[in-house]
């Protein structure tokens, strides 16, 4: 294991947790899920490691090694984890390998701002990956989650409000989230179209404008992206090539829903780089 203490320009601090194979064929900059911190993915990241991929895991401020916690005095929003924290990580990436070929990809809201990131940086990867991830809007959603998620998007960033930050824990939806990151997905959840609060971009016209060649997995039982949020996450994005797989306990040995695959990746490693394989090849 490798860990790269980073600091961002308004001076929050985090570590950027690697595995390192001795000659990597790629290098991968993984975002984790909504209140997830980034050594939940170690065991992905070792078994990506063993098939040549190196695997930087990035930390969500506010979590894990971050040293902010969200509160009513500590708010942010998509826009300080898209234009302030994910540029040291890709500096840091950038030293530590140059000239390899660079992806980007995440879990849940990872692959979504995996997506917005190569939105604002066309450069930032070359390729990108997404595991259980699609956009939260409602509409994408098949019944019953479509008749009541509206409900839910703008209660969870009225509690945020009310709380000074979402006690996910409690309530048993991601973690201790700040107000902002719940503002900014939820008026994404309402609809159906990506933006950042202060940020001056339009980060639609920017999404259409992404072209690189996209591996994605979907998993069977997973209620909170189903296969229709993925497209619809996808349909924002510029023509590609795009490799959607969809993947049931049988494939995984392991439940095929939003979490259980993080304690048995190894299936979702293999596919990821065998099809990547054969894209190269």
């Known amino acids: 294991m490798h860990e790269t203490p980073l600091q961002a320009d308004d001076g929050h601090c985090w570590s950027l947790q690697a595995r ?9 900059l993984w975002l984790p899920a909504l209140g997830v911190t980034a050594r939940n993915y170690l065991p992905f990241a070792e078994a990506l490691a063993a098939q040549g991929i190196a695997v930087f895991l990035h930390e969500w401020r506010g ?36 000239g390899v070929e660079r992806l980007i990809g995440g879990h849940s809201l990872g692959g979504q701002l995996a997506c917005c990131r190569l939105a604002l940086r066309p450069q930032a990867a070359q390729r990108l990956w997404l595991v259980a991830s699609g956009a939260p809007y409602w509409r994408a959603f098949p019944r019953p989650q479509r008749l009541w998620l509206p409900l839910a998007y ?21 973690g201790n989230e700040a107000r902002g990151v719940i503002g900014d997905w939820a008026r994404t959840a309402l609809s159906g179209r990506y933006g950042a609060a202060g940020l001056d971009v339009d980060l639609e016209a920017a999404l259409s404008r992404v072209a690189v060649p996209v591996q994605a997995i979907v998993l069977r039982d997973d209620w909170l992206c189903p296969a229709s949020s993925l497209r619809f996450l996808l349909s924002k994005l510029g023509p590609a090539q795009r490799l959607i797989t969809s993947m049931d306990a049988g494939d995984l040995q392991v439940r095929a829903d939003h979490f259980a695959w993080l304690r048995q990746p190894e299936e979702i490693a293999r596919k990821l780089v065998g099809d990547l394989s054969i894209e190269r090849g």
Request: charged share 20%.
């Open 63 to 98: 979590f894990g090694s971050s040293n902010l916690r969200a509160s009513r005095e500590n708010d942010w929003g998509y826009r300080a984890l898209l234009t302030r924290d994910l540029p040291a990580s890709e500096a840091a990436i950038a030293q530590a390998l140059p």
């Open 20 to 28: 390192l194979p001795a000659r990597p064929r790629a290098s991968l």
């Open 154 to 174: 703008r209660f969870l960033p009225w509690l945020a409000g009310r709380r000074g930050s979402l006690p996910g824990r409690t309530i048993g939806f991601g």
